[in-house]
Each structure stands twice: as C-alpha cells, then as structure tokens.
C-alpha cells in the first residue's frame, strides 16, 4: 500500500500561482510515474500532469506553459507548481502513484480560482 499525502490546496485569484505537494509513503526512487489529476464538479477526473522517475514530464495541453511537475528526492515528494491560474483550473486535484502495478490515488486537494 502506498499512501499519497497532498497539501497545497486553496482559494487564489485569476493570474494568481499555488503550490500542490504530494509526499507518498514510499520512496519517490521506487515509484515509476508519480502525477496530479483533477475533476471538476460533475466532470469526470482528468490528467493534468506526470513525471517519471527518470524526470520525464507530460502536461494535458489545458495547463501546458503554466502549470510544472517536480519531484525532490531529499524531501520525497512531488509537486505542482500552478501559474497563471484561470478559473476554470478549480476543481478538486489528486495526487496519483503507479507502483507494482498498483494505481494509488490521495484523498484531494481544493483549489478554487475566483475571477
């Protein structure tokens, strides 16, 4: 079992920029893709972002140019940098593990961008 713990989360105007964290209860080394994911109310969940652990990253083109994907090692966790915020980016955002052929998901994370 991996557990994904997810902070970072909250309320920011249009244009405006929020940190998402994600730090998993195992190493980050041994996990293969780490990503965030997010839904809408009454959509369904969608990708926004991915990193292997080889540092290899893919962004949906929604947020491409405006949102960065990272991990560090020494803190083991993985985060999203969120810029230039619109607020059709609110929505709840998920934390996403793929380890030993298992998917894991975090509990979620509001993020609410006010025009």
């Known amino acids: 079992q991996v557990q994904l713990v997810e902070s970072g989360g909250g309320w920011v105007q249009a244009g405006g920029s929020l940190r998402l964290s994600c730090a998993p209860s195992?190493?980050?080394?041994?996990?293969?893709?780490m990503g965030w994911y997010r839904q809408a109310p009454g959509k369904q969940r969608d990708l926004v972002a991915t990193i292997t652990n080889s540092n290899t990253t893919g962004y949906s083109d929604s947020v491409k140019g405006r949102f960065t994907i990272s991990r560090d090692h020494a803190k083991n966790t993985v985060y999203l940098q969120m810029n230039s915020l619109k607020p059709e980016d609110t929505a709840v955002y998920y934390c996403?593990?793929?380890?030993?052929?298992?998917?894991?998901w975090g509990q979620g994370t509001q993020v609410t961008v006010s025009s």
């Open positions: 195992e190493s980050i080394f041994t996990i293969g893709v």
């Open positions: 996403n593990a793929r380890y030993r052929f298992r998917v894991y």
